[in-house]
């Protein structure tokens, strides 16, 4: 059901746009990397939030950490991570595939700026072990996503 809703959004939206299914897991930003042959934050990890009475996803480098200040100033309230199962009720999408494309339910959207490092970017595409390949701008523009700016800035070597 959940690649199925995955494949009906695309066909509708972004028809170009292949679905990759592996017949290994890349559930983890480690293995999705692997598995793809990409640096691991070119992996779009999307992550659900409640902050007060709202949830909401946020699509980041699969490197990066969420930053609780600035998460806490871009949405005006305490971020918490949702539980495995109330990410599938939500999005449709098993946690290890969740993906902004083909939800469940209505939620906004955010992209985080760490993906801007990237020409390239693969976020799941509802199971363990699909993806999409596009740029972080055509992902933003296909789910409505606002911008924003709430991982920590990684450390200069």
């Not at 939030?49 to 950490?65: K, M, N, P, T, Y």
């Amino acid at each position: 059901m959940s690649l199925a809703s995955v494949r009906t959004f695309l066909a509708e939206k972004a028809p170009d746009i292949e679905i990759l299914e592996l017949e290994t897991s890349t559930a983890t930003v480690a293995l999705a990397a692997e598995a793809h042959g990409v640096a691991p934050g070119q992996i779009a990890k999307t992550l659900a939030f409640r902050i007060g009475e709202r949830q909401v996803l946020v699509v980041a480098s699969g490197d990066a950490r969420f930053d609780n200040r600035k998460m806490r100033d871009t949405f005006a309230g305490k971020a918490k991570m949702l539980d495995a199962e109330t990410v599938l009720a939500l999005t449709g999408h098993p946690v290890g595939g969740v993906c902004p494309f083909g939800l469940a339910s209505p939620l906004p959207v955010y992209c985080d700026a760490s993906l801007k490092a990237y020409d390239e970017v693969l976020p799941a595409a509802g199971e363990v072990n699909s993806a999409v390949r596009l740029t972080p701008t055509r992902l933003a523009e296909l789910v409505d996503a606002e911008w924003v700016d709430v991982c920590k800035t990684p450390a200069v070597a």
